[in-house]
Every structure is written in C-alpha cells, then in structure tokens.
C-alpha cells in the first residue's frame, strides 16, 4: 500500500486487511538442509500472519492454512508474525531465524537480490506456469539484471486523484471527466476554490517525509527522476526542468490562483479531514484513501471518484514475498506453491470475494491489479459480480493506467523525503520562494545521503 515502512497508511484495502503485520517474529528457523522429514511432509515458516489483537482477519489467515494444508497434506504452515525489518534482517538470517518465506516491500528486493539475501526461484517457478500472467512490471522488481527470479508481488498501488465528485458538478465540471494534465487541475481547482465557504480546490503535503513523497510523484509525473543511477553510483535527478515545472505549479497554485487554501503544512490526515468533510476538491492518493474517508467521516462512496495522475508516470508501490538463501528446492516449492494459492490464484477469486460480500469491506477498487490477460478477467469479473462500491467513478482512472507508467521509490527514499519535504514547505509558505535555490541546495543534501547506497 502506501510502498514505504514510516510513512502512515493510506487506507486500508481487502489485500492489507489481510497484511497488516506486527512487529516481532516468534523465534526458531527451520531446518534448510533438507526438504522434507520422513514422512515426505515439508514444513515452510511464513510470515503474513495477523496480530492476535486483529482477531477477525487472524482467524481468516488460521483458517485459509486449514484450507491449504487439507488440500496440500505434504506441505505444512509455519505461520509467523512479522515483516522484513531491515534492521534486524541480517541478524536473523545469520542466526537462523529468518522464515522460509518473508515479506517484502517493493523498495526491498533489489538490495536483497545484490547482496545475495534472498534465493533464485526461476528453476522451480517453471512448474507453475499460471504465474506467467503476473503483469510483468510488477514482476520485474523481483529480477536481476539477467533475468533471474527473486520473489512474487501480491499487493501493488500507485497514486492518482482523489476527487469530490459533488464539489465537481456544484463547480460547473463534469464528475466524470476529471483532469488529464497539470494545467487543468489547476483551472479545475481555481473554479472549485471559487466555491467559497471555506473549500479548497487542491490540497497537498508537505510534513513528515509526505510532502516528499509526493513531490517525487510530481516529478515522475513531468517526465523526471528523483534519484538515476550513474555507473555504479546513484545521484540525484530532481534539480531538473521537471522538478522545476512541479514546484512552479504548485506555487501558482498557493499563491496566484490561491486554490490550495490559507493552511499548509498538512499531512494524511488533515487532508482526509477536508476531504470528508466536503470541504476539498482533490488531492493525490491511491484507491485505499476513499475506503479510509467513507468509514471515517461516514460518507458515502457515490460521493469520490477517482482519476490517474496527470502526465506520464506516477509512484506506486506494493509487497510481495521472497525466499531465504538457505532455502531447498523443496522448499522454495512448497513456498511458491502457498504464494499462488493464497494470494495469485485467480480461479480462487470468486470464492474469496464472495466470503467478504455482505461485510465492510470494499469491493470492486481498481487495485490491487496483478494480472494480466485472462487472469486479470478472471478477477475483474468477480469483482463486478460482488461490488459494493460505484465501480464507474473509477473508470478515469482505469482508462488512463495504460498511459501512466508506474515507478518504485528510490533508494533510501525516507531520508530523501525528508529533504524534499522542506522544499515543498519553502514553496508552499513562502511567496518569494527561489525554487532553484532550493532545488541545488537539496540536491547537495540528497547526493551525501545516496553516496551512502549500497
């Protein structure tokens, strides 16, 4: 979901339901020599289990691991607590105590795939060929550069636009017809503002690592990069004609057309408030913010729609899971085989959407999208089938995906945001801002903190 460990969740989505994890792991690996005991029987330590705390999505997962291990009597679930803590990750590798399984951000797998910290599944992902239709840019996080394979992704988001729908109409435009470029979310702001009564037409971050965060989206979306690597060093990429078109709009936005509203220095939550209490017109954020402001401020899901980023790239993100270096064939097996039937098995996707049919749970968000072809039919019809949620006010933002392409965070990306968070602060509070002053005085700061990349 929200593609990063400090930054607070966006929303809660059915697949982050069932994923939103503790922080210690139960102690004890398991044996890596051989695969199975004498039985045949192998046993694969996973983590991804719920906190006893969240009684009903734990006994969700206890249950899916009955249904599993009935239907797979040679293979057994070691259920754990606990995601990949970079932190303590070498120390529970080295020690033995790192799951067979573990789980990852997209952030994760390419430094863990460098330094040799996570086994190469390709020879056994052969005998489970329905993976093939896993959509192929998720897939690739999980590669080297020679195209071998590290994991699997079972959760994927990128930001778009959020949208009061109501505010829309009331403001002369058309709810399903939200803007396509930078210039038009800011005509469409500047009418929505124009409203009075205290709404804002467009509301942005710029606190606690968040307005860095979607800084970086802007930039992708202007065709630019945050941090590119050169050779075998990463620098930065921001203090560019991109970086310079974001910060430039946003300023004209604040201080020209003053549709961002008096009130900076926002985060989620003060955004979301606005946002329910149909006060804001947009702002960015993925499909699991609409959820969030529903259930919060007890609205109505008829009133959000939602529209891709403008421009041609967005920040996404997502999870997934990958394999201890220690692991046996065997156990890379049983593992991929559990990873397919839990979480990728679209033959499965009926029966799991129906089991949340009837609960608070939102059915029919655009994301998570793993699939491609036949698979990604399999579950959109399902979807369609079960929805609880008005599926046409996302349409916007379906039609447009296969325009906008989806980049991952850089390296070290929350030190980074940190930084970018006072230039989106100077822009947003200062009138007399000089962006490329603030743009060469990050990329100093940015270039010490990815010198230290590994």
């Given at each position: 979901?929200?593609?990063?460990?400090?930054?607070?969740?966006?929303?809660?989505?059915?697949?982050?339901?069932?994923?939103?994890?503790?922080?210690?792991?139960?102690?004890?690996?398991?044996?890596?020599?051989?695969?199975?005991?004498?039985?045949?029987?192998?046993?694969?330590?996973?983590?991804?289990?719920?906190?006893?705390?969240?009684?009903?999505?734990?006994?969700?997962?206890?249950?899916?691991?009955?249904?599993?291990?009935?239907?797979?009597?040679?293979?057994?679930?070691?259920?754990?607590?606990?995601?990949?803590?970079?932190?303590?990750?070498?120390?529970?590798?080295?020690?033995?105590?790192?799951?067979?399984?573990?789980?990852?951000?997209?952030?994760?797998?390419?430094?863990?795939?460098?330094?040799?910290?996570?086994?190469?599944?390709?020879?056994?992902?052969?005998?489970?060929?329905?993976?093939?239709?896993?959509?192929?840019?998720?897939?690739?996080?999980?590669?080297?550069?020679?195209?071998?394979?590290?994991?699997?992704?079972?959760?994927?988001?990128?930001?778009?636009?959020?949208?009061?729908?109501?505010?829309?109409?009331?403001?002369?435009?058309?709810?399903?017809?939200?803007?396509?470029?930078?210039?038009?979310?800011?005509?469409?702001?500047?009418?929505?503002?124009?409203?009075?009564?205290?709404?804002?037409?467009?509301?942005?971050?710029?606190?606690?690592?968040?307005?860095?965060?979607?800084?970086?989206?802007?930039?992708?979306?202007?065709?630019?990069?945050?941090?590119?690597?050169?050779?075998?060093?990463?620098?930065?990429?921001?203090?560019?004609?991109?970086?310079?078109?974001?910060?430039?709009?946003?300023?004209?936005?604040?201080?020209?057309?003053?549709?961002?509203?008096?009130?900076?220095?926002?985060?989620?939550?003060?955004?979301?408030?606005?946002?329910?209490?149909?006060?804001?017109?947009?702002?960015?954020?993925?499909?699991?913010?609409?959820?969030?402001?529903?259930?919060?401020?007890?609205?109505?899901?008829?009133?959000?729609?939602?529209?891709?980023?403008?421009?041609?790239?967005?920040?996404?993100?997502?999870?997934?899971?990958?394999?201890?270096?220690?692991?046996?064939?065997?156990?890379?097996?049983?593992?991929?085989?559990?990873?397919q039937w839990k979480y990728l098995?679209?033959?499965?996707?009926?029966?799991?959407?129906?089991?949340?049919?009837?609960?608070?749970?939102?059915?029919?968000?655009?994301?998570?999208?793993?699939?491609?072809?036949?698979?990604?039919?399999?579950?959109?019809?399902?979807?369609?089938?079960?929805?609880?949620?008005?599926?046409?006010?996302?349409?916007?933002?379906?039609?447009?995906?296969?325009?906008?392409?989806?980049?991952?965070?850089?390296?070290?990306?929350?030190?980074?945001?940190?930084?970018?968070?006072?230039?989106?602060?100077?822009?947003?509070?200062?009138k007399d801002a000089n962006i490329?002053?603030?743009?060469?005085?990050?990329?100093?700061?940015?270039?010490?903190?990815?010198?230290?990349?590994?």
């Open positions: 979901m929200d593609g990063s460990r400090t930054r607070p969740a966006l929303g809660v989505t059915a697949l982050a339901i069932s994923l939103v994890l503790g922080v210690t792991a139960c102690g004890g690996g398991s044996s890596h020599s051989s695969g199975a005991d004498k039985n045949g029987v192998v046993t694969i330590s996973v983590n991804g289990l719920p906190p006893a705390t969240q009684t009903v999505d734990r006994k969700n997962f206890e249950d899916d691991i009955k249904a599993f291990e009935a239907s797979h009597p040679k293979i057994r679930i070691d259920a754990r607590e606990g995601l990949m803590d970079p932190k303590t990750f070498a120390a529970k590798l080295a020690g033995g105590q790192l799951e067979d399984v573990y789980y990852v951000y997209f952030t994760d797998p390419a430094g863990l795939i460098q330094r040799h910290q996570a086994a190469d599944i390709t020879a056994q992902l052969k005998d489970f060929p329905a993976l093939n239709d896993v959509r192929p840019e998720l897939q690739s996080v999980f590669k080297d550069a020679g195209g071998k394979v590290y994991g699997l992704p079972t959760g994927n988001y990128s930001l778009g636009l959020v949208y009061n729908r109501a505010l829309f109409t009331k403001a002369g435009l058309d709810p399903d017809k939200p803007p396509t470029t930078w210039d038009e979310v800011r005509a469409d702001a500047k009418k929505i503002s124009a409203l009075g009564d205290g709404t804002t037409g467009y509301a942005e971050f710029s606190k606690n690592n968040q307005g860095g965060w979607h800084l970086t989206s802007w930039i992708y979306s202007e065709g630019g990069d945050v941090a590119v690597k050169d050779g075998g060093a990463w620098k930065a990429a921001f203090n560019s004609d991109a970086g310079r078109k974001a910060l430039q709009t946003l300023h004209d936005m604040r201080w020209t057309d003053r549709s961002m509203g008096t009130r900076q220095l926002l985060e989620i939550p003060d955004v979301q408030k606005m946002m329910g209490a149909g006060k804001l017109g947009m702002y960015m954020a993925g499909p699991d913010n609409i959820p969030t402001i529903v259930k919060q401020f007890e609205r109505k899901y008829d009133d959000y729609g939602l529209a891709a980023l403008p421009g041609t790239a967005t920040l996404g993100g997502g999870d997934g899971f990958m394999f201890n270096p220690k692991d046996s064939p065997a156990k890379i097996k049983a593992g991929l085989t559990w990873i098995d679209p033959d499965r996707e009926e029966e799991i959407t129906k089991k949340s049919a009837g609960t608070d749970i939102p059915i029919g968000l655009p994301q998570p999208n793993l699939w491609s072809g036949a698979g990604q039919a399999k579950v959109d019809a399902a979807h369609k089938k079960y929805a609880n949620v008005p599926q046409k006010n996302y349409q916007p933002f379906v039609d447009r995906s296969g325009e906008v392409a989806v980049k991952v965070e850089p390296p070290n990306a929350q030190q980074i945001y940190t930084v970018l968070d006072g230039v989106m602060q100077a822009v947003l509070t200062k490329d002053q603030l743009l060469s005085d990050a990329e100093k700061k940015v270039n010490t903190i990815l010198a230290t990349v590994k």
